[in-house]
Nanobody, 121 residues
Framework: QVHLVESGGGLVQAGGSLRLSCAAS????????MGWFRQAPGKEREFVGAISRSGGDTYYADSVKGRFTISRDNAKNTVYLQMNSLKPEDTAVYYCAASAFLATMSTANYWGQGTQVTVSS
């Protein structure tokens, strides 16, 4: 079992930055690939990015590539999402997820409760 808790969301002006954190319980954090997703009101959940178990590989949606950076600290059981140059269209609830494999991230077994990010224009 993995319990995920996101934090770091808030209200920011367009062009600003936020860093989200996702803290995981358990001693097997390094056994999971981690992902970030978001869901805006009235829209389906969408993939934002993912990071491999070791942190050596990262993947991003085209919409955030070059602006968002995923990292992880396996010693702290935490994954981060650094968001720069934020746009109003980045407004959403952001969720982290843990999956045994990167390829199955969209159907991850474990999800956090989400943290709200609001970008004002």
């Amino acid at each position: 079992q993995v319990h995920l808790v996101e934090s770091g969301g808030g209200l920011v002006q367009a062009g600003g930055s936020l860093r989200l954190s996702c803290a995981a319980s358990g001693r097997t954090f390094s056994s999971y690939a981690m992902g970030w997703f978001r869901q805006a009101p009235g829209k389906e959940r969408e993939f934002v990015g993912a990071i491999s178990r070791s942190g050596g590989d990262t993947y991003y949606a085209d919409s955030v590539k070059g602006r968002f950076t995923i990292s992880r600290d396996n010693a702290k059981n935490t994954v981060y999402l650094q968001m720069n140059s934020l746009k109003p269209e980045d407004t959403a609830v952001y969720y982290c997820a843990a999956s045994a494999f990167l390829a199955t991230m969209s159907t991850a077994n474990y999800w956090g409760q989400g943290t709200q990010v609001t970008v004002s224009s």
